[in-house]
């Protein structure tokens, strides 16, 4: 059964008995529909007769605004009309295609225990596919809509969104976050599918780890070490086209490494963060242009042995089996190698940083940077995307580091707006050689001092800003030289960060 043949069942032409007057006036009739809690009961109520149909759907009629605002969030300008056929669309599909009145995480967490809920499990969560489909393409679209018209109100904006719960419902009732990069790379994806994949990659990184699956790790893992040349993280003409197969294989390489419990990497100690430690979704509508980014963030990065693993990584199929050789990511500079270290011996603390976007600077970046962060690729990309600067503070473990750098905003992806493209140096205290202040106390202040920094000892970032605003997926490299040219053993690696809420008192 698909959404056409549904609707079709839903929408029989029905003959209406002529009005019937009981003397109550349209607004009573309106109070009584608002009652009503089941949607077919209340289309039974409305098919009663022409008086109580016209009492509740002419466009002056609250009956379907007040059902509406109930689940979602209430656009601006539409009619009662307009309204009631969104609502209606909108709870078919959940009837229909989402819900089958069990979650995915029930099933699964039961799946091994009853032939009857492997049966389930086969019928329920498992729609998402290539995005292709007429059935996916009109889910997707759905999806689309309550994303833009997320935190959308007649007074301006609401604080809290319906629209995002329910999207989050979608991703707990269905495979969406756990079909990404399910088939081979001969079969394209929608674009849409994916975008929507990134824009609730939040949600990826919060469910249950039970409930995750990860496909295609090995090539995720290559693309995290590959050439930048050949995998850009930005393309076309002006640079301002996310590469979303890049954006996916990050996504699911950090997804890995945070929900694998078999491979326990960085599942225990993101385990142990408090919620509000956690990735978020947005927290308010979507913005068209460049944006300044919360101040507090976590993240990770990883990296190979060293320059002549990534050649010779680069070198191996994503596929081989059979490799004499095991690359194992290490993560974090603070650790000794990778994380298969006990907890009590090696504890981890996330990479922190602490951004902040002054109004003005004292003085431009050291000459040696400025190869490495190109504040915006192409000059002429619309005003409401000029590239703002900012400087950041963090620590790896125990050695603190500075940055400098730019964030721009992005055209809209598949129509949905908010991306960005941030870059920026890293570089530690101790490399730094001052020549007119010295920094006194813990004062860092990256924007007073002239200074320079040696050759290998700083290393640049380049990555997305997902549309929340609150999740970046990147690249990291040493810088080598003043230029920026890639050789083939570049030592470079992908990196994730998130923003953290403050801590609650």
């Known amino acids: 059964m698909d959404i056409d043949s549904c609707r079709k069942k839903t929408n029989h032409k029905i003959m209406l008995p002529a009005a019937v007057n009981f003397g109550l006036p349209p607004e009573v009739i309106q109070n009584i529909a608002s009652f009503i809690e089941k949607d077919h009961n209340l289309m039974n109520f409305m098919l009663s007769c022409w008086g109580v149909y016209h ?15 109930q689940f979602f969030d209430l656009p601006p300008g539409k009619s009662g009309k307009e309204l009631q056929v969104s609502y209606m669309k909108r709870k078919l599909i959940q009837r229909y295609f989402l819900s089958r009145n069990v979650t995915l995480q029930a099933i699964l967490s039961n799946c091994t225990r009853s032939p009857k809920s492997r049966n389930l499990l086969q019928q329920a969560g498992t729609f998402f596919s290539l995005g292709k489909s007429k ?24 604080l809290k969104s319906k629209n995002i719960d329910f999207l989050e ?7 969406l976050l756990n079909c990404v990069l399910q088939h081979s790379p001969k079969f394209k994806i929608s674009p849409l599918l994916a975008v929507m994949q990134l824009v609730l990659f939040h949600k990826t990184l919060t469910l249950p780890a039970k409930s995750s699956n990860h496909h295609s790790f090995n090539a995720s893992q290559k693309v995290a070490y590959q050439d930048p040349v050949k995998v850009p993280i930005f393309r076309g003409r002006k640079k301002n086209k996310v590469n979303l197969d890049w954006a996916l294989h ?9 929900k694998s419990t ?96 002054p109004d003005t600077f ?24 000029a590239a703002k600067r900012f400087t950041a503070t963090g620590k790896d473990g125990e050695n603190t580091f500075l940055c400098d750098g730019y964030i721009h905003g992005l055209p809209p992806q598949e129509n949905i707006p908010g991306w960005q493209r941030i870059s920026f140096v890293k570089y530690y205290m101790e490399d730094l050689i001052r020549e007119e202040i010295a920094l006194e106390d813990d004062t860092l202040d990256n924007s007073s001092a002239s200074m320079t920094v040696a050759s290998g000892f700083a290393w640049a970032y380049e990555g997305v800003v997902l549309p929340s605003k609150k999740i970046i997926l990147g690249r990291w490299w040493r810088c080598e030289s003043e230029d920026n040219e890639f050789d083939d053993g570049q030592y470079l690696g992908p990196c994730i960060f998130w923003q953290i809420e403050d801590e609650p008192k």
């Open 262 to 357: 078999a491979e326990s990497t960085l599942w225990p100690y993101f385990n142990e963060l408090q919620d509000w430690e956690k990735p978020k979704a947005w927290d308010k509508k979507l913005e068209d242009a460049t944006s300044i980014l919360g101040k507090n963030w976590l993240g990770s990065y990883t990296y190979l042995d060293g320059p002549e693993d990534i050649s010779a990584f680069r070198d191996t199929s994503a596929f081989n089996e059979d490799c004499d050789h095991q690359f194992i990511d290490n993560i974090n500079e603070a650790s000794d190698g990778p994380f298969q270290a006990s907890l009590e011996k090696a504890p981890v603390k996330f990479t922190t940083l602490s951004f902040t976007f």
């Open 135 to 158: 059935d996916e393409v009109e889910i997707l679209k759905m999806m689309q809509n309550l994303t833009l018209e997320s935190f959308e109100s007649p007074n301006g904006s609401c």
């Open 169 to 175: 419902s979608i991703c707990e009732s269905t495979n």
């Open 55 to 69: 009492s509740t759907i002419y466009p002056q009629s609250g009956v379907w605004r007040h059902r509406f605002t």
């Open 250 to 258: 990050i996504s699911n390489f950090f997804s890995y490494h945070i």
């Open 362 to 385: 004292v003085k431009s970046f050291p000459d040696a940077f400025d190869a490495h962060i190109n504040p915006q690729p192409h000059e002429s990309l619309d005003k409401k995307y």
